[in-house]
């Protein structure tokens, strides 16, 4: 067990390694100006500006040779963006209220997905398995800005009826500021787990060791629970890391408009403002932290099925 | 399982109980609340730079503007008045002002001249990279500081006294008590700033504060408050005592949701949003916001746009008021006519009243008569794809597309468009990889001359490289005189030259349209920043 997870460990930084690199190499490529501004800068004021971000040594190998050293270090530098902030603070601020957030829409996606996953698959093709079928397509193609948008003017509206502020439209601080984003995040996860666990019951349902249980005369809530819920949840599970990361890493249109200071909405500034430093920051980080979600979910997977622990 | 069924029915508990429990933020703390005096607002990005010295775009400029003040500002009639100076003399050879002794730091300690003389030698000092510190060349030995050539002791401003700054000014710079309203003018205490180094600035108790209010909270991303300043020197003419900037987004729609929610106090519209607003029947606000947009050409050597008979092909074709009434189609914005906006203030009046601009002409038959003329000048066949760089805003494509067909259609050419994020538009504008662009300019500072210089030979803004001599000579006498009206003629001949010679086509003058709380007044907009202006602002 000890020597699997060093291994996957050390698989894991590899692969960061290689998104690093990765990513230095495009973010390079791409055209455009880190340093343009709108006034145009004087040409003392540009090397000024270029030696204090390190641009003026060539890309490769010094540039490169630096982000390796510093980054193994963890340290990112200076946002290009926030001028007197490094990335590190950037992303320790920013980091925990996207994990917040995220890990409220994992929870709704993860209940949501294996109660209603298992209520289609015992209803199956009656009313309740069609009519949240149809909602589950909805869910899966209906991009999450939409959902933002409605779910946004819907609280206006609610709050507008009501007289009172049931619900804040936007903004961060309390738990209430987290609900509607949560949800409206986490929709499009539920959606899919919904079908995962859906079809990961039905082949439960018609196995011998659920017959034997039934006819035992096991109740059938336990039956239920004990039997085939448990089974059927597992292939949920494998897929929940990489869904943990996603959900964390995929809220920035959310974080954008319900006004939140999330890391994901950092992310795409960084991107379109050519931050190099907050870029390569974030990407680091995020590619950090979905290889480890996924090393997490292998390990649990081990834990929950002793069948894979004994083969590997 | 349990723990699984405990672990659900608490969730489902703590969920419906958090539903029926008052929000925290409710109702008491409205978009405007009389009682307490506060204004809640949206706030379009986190401030990327409060060092002023540093400072170059508009949200850290507005921030700046409420919680510090310069030597001068302007009041509520957009009218020059006496910040920290009480007066001031502007002689053509330099400058005095006198300061206020009452005018504190928000630390109660007073505002002096010193703090001037640093903040200004900081902004000169290469190893800030201030971006605007071209602003201040004119000021004596402001260039060879910037380029490193004398060390920041040598600018020309020096404490006579703690409360007269003196300023000596290597060329005359008639505007330069407005000048001194900018960002990169405002003061820095020396004791304060510099042993904070880089991190100066960068919370809110890493500044330090001379304006009507203070920064009292700033979550990064978050919220950013600011509370009145009891050391502001003129306190009695505050009726706020919070503006709090409780949402941090770019995204106007959800801007618009809340203000309709009642939690903010304005919301500024696009072309989407707009029709909401309009649906809601709410008073739609508008104001020029002092951007100029326009087509501008690359006058590089190597560029069929150097050909002035092409330009004016172009030209000819163009009809600013189709562009604007049927393909901007938001309203208020106004047909671009002059490289001067209409909202410019000339010697007395409106500049353009003092130097009507030609008015804009449509002319198929010698827009075409030119295009011939520069086919054989250029000595081509017939004519290549020509290149419209432009940004990728819906509003830019749309135009782009416009234009696109226009000139397909009535000048026979084929025109390729390139759309590009922003900083790559920048960067093809600098490399001059491009033909036609769709770009804009907006004012620094409240005088003629921040749109006058824009085609000066050595303007590093003039990105389309045009140069020519007799420009170059008004731009000179505009910088140099002294006299308002004969600066005014200057300003006309560049007026004239820019359209005679089709150094840009210019398409519209921006407006803004917002909605606005109504019993919120005293809000000032104006085109050159802080805009918004809630300093004053009150409540019904």
Redesign the interface.
Known sequence: MWRYTLRRLIQGVITVWFIATATFAAMHM?????L???????E??RQ??EA?YGLDQPVFPDQYLIFLGNMARGDFG?SF?????SVND?IL??FP?SAQLGVLAV?FAA?GGVLLGALTALNRNRLPDVIIMFLVILGISIPSFVFA?LG??A??RL??WSG?????????????HM?LPALVLGLGTMAFLTRLMRSSMLEVVNTDYVRTARAKGVPPLRVF?RHQLRNAVLPVITVLGPAIAAITTGGFVVE???????LG??FVEAV???DYTLIMGTTVFYGAFLVLMVILVDLLYGWVDPRVRLGS | ?PAVRLG?SL?TVS?VL??LS??????LRDAVHAESRTLTL?LEQ?P??L?ST?S?DAVSIRVLGHVKEGLTRYDERNQLTGGVAERWEVREDGATFWLREDARWSDGEPVTAHDFVYAWRRVQD??T??????IMYGIENAEAV???ERPPSELGVRAASDHVLEVSFERPIPFFARLTAFAVFLPVREDFAAPRG?????SAADMLYNGPFVISRW?????LTLDRNPHYWEGDAIWLNRIDF??????T??EL??F??G?VAMANLDSETMHNALQQRWRIHRFDDGVLFYVGFNHRPDRLTRNRNLRRAFDLTFDPHEFVNRIIATPGNRPGVSLFPAWMQGAEGRLREEVPPRPSEVDLERARHYLELAREELGLERFPPIVLLTGDSPTANKQAEYLQSMWGQTLGLDIRVDV?????R???M?AGDYDLVLAGWGP?YNDPLTFGDLFASW???N?GRYASDELDHWVRRAQDELDPHQRVQAFGEIQRIVHDDVVIIPTYERARLYVMHPRLRGVVRRQISPDPDFNRAWIE
């Open positions: 791409v055209p455009g100006d880190p343009g501004s709108e006034r145009a800068t004087t003392s004021i000024s500006l204090r200076i963006t926030q001028q007197n902030r950037i601020e920013a209220v929870l209940l948008a946004q003017l609280v206006v709050n507008d009172q502020s049931l619900l804040p439209v936007a903004g961060w601080g309390t738990f209430q609900l629970w954008l408009v319900f006004a939140i200071p999330g909405r950092t379109q403002q050519l | 399982m659900l969730l969920l958090s539903l008052p929000v925290a933020d409710g109702r949206v986190d990327p730079q060092d540093r170059t290469p190893a990279t201030s971006e605007y510190a071209f910037n380029t490193g880089d991190r100066y600035a960068s979550s990064r991303g978050a919220r409780g949402y941090i987004t770019a995204d729609r959800a949701n809340l309709r929610d939690k590009q994020i922003f900083r790559q920048l960067a093809k600098t620094d303007n590093l803004n990105r």
